[in-house]
């Protein structure tokens, strides 16, 4: 199974701060990854698709990057309602994998 | 508007069963792949199963095969999970999740809020 792994696992950030969220494959998955935003008791939101669309809907300070192996969240200006748990998926190849989350909280 | 809608949240004993539903409306349901997540407490997701549009194709995780059953009823627009041979490992909050094409190799795009499966004796 490919595994994920992701860093940092959190991270505390004020309002305007950039951010970048890394997710490493242990093989490659061409660009077969999403990124999601996960909020306590809500149900988790598409942010980015194969690797570096942007999902209709979500606000362009997010962006994604990478192929192959290295993948990158960011948020170019945090803003309060980004505080919330971030997590990547590959979709390259059954069984698929997530990555462990990283909780970005307030400074 | 993508709206899912999990049912079926119970407290079963070590080696029971139940099945999970999950109530899809705002897209062709038939059209698209479905996908069954898990997080148990305090630990990260975990992907359980995937079905085609079609029915199919399924997938499972190595930890479910052979005790978990995916399935679907395209005229009722509802994803179901059969789980059998309970363990407690298996309690987790199970999400429904839609993916963004007719297969299991398209992302996902939509997730439900999820329900919660207790196994204890």
């Known amino acids: 199974a490919i595994q994920m792994t992701q860093s940092p696992s959190s991270l505390s950030a004020s309002v305007g701060d950039r951010v970048t969220i890394t997710c490493r494959a242990s093989q490659g998955i061409r660009n077969d990854l999403g990124w999601y935003q996960q909020k306590p008791g809500k149900a988790p939101k598409l942010l980015i698709y194969?690797?570096?669309s942007l999902q209709s809907g979500v606000p362009s300070r997010f962006s994604g990057s990478g192929s192959g192996t290295d993948f990158t969240l960011t948020i170019s200006s945090l803003q309060p309602e980004d505080f919330a748990t971030y997590f990547c998926?590959?979709?390259?190849?059954?069984?698929?994998?997530f990555g462990p989350g990283t909780k970005v909280d307030i400074k | 508007e993508v709206q899912l809608l999990e049912s079926g949240e119970g407290l079963e004993q070590p080696g029971g069963s139940l099945r999970l539903s999950c109530a899809a409306s705002?897209?062709?349901?038939?059209?698209?792949?479905m996908s069954w997540v898990r997080q148990a407490p305090g630990k990260g997701l975990e992907w359980v199963s995937t079905?085609?549009?079609?029915?199919?194709?399924?997938y499972y995780a190595d930890s479910v095969k052979g005790r978990f059953t995916i399935s679907r009823d395209n005229s009722k627009n509802t994803l179901y999970l059969q789980m059998n041979s309970l363990r407690a490992e298996d309690t987790a909050v199970y999400l429904c999740a839609k993916h963004s094409g007719s297969t299991a190799y398209y992302g996902i795009d939509y997730w439900g809020q999820g329900t919660l499966v207790t196994v204890s004796s």
């Open positions: 194969a690797a570096s």
């Open positions: 079905i085609g549009g079609s029915g199919g194709s399924t």
């Open positions: 998926l590959q979709d390259y190849d059954s069984p698929f994998t």
């Open positions: 705002g897209f062709t349901f038939s059209s698209y792949a």
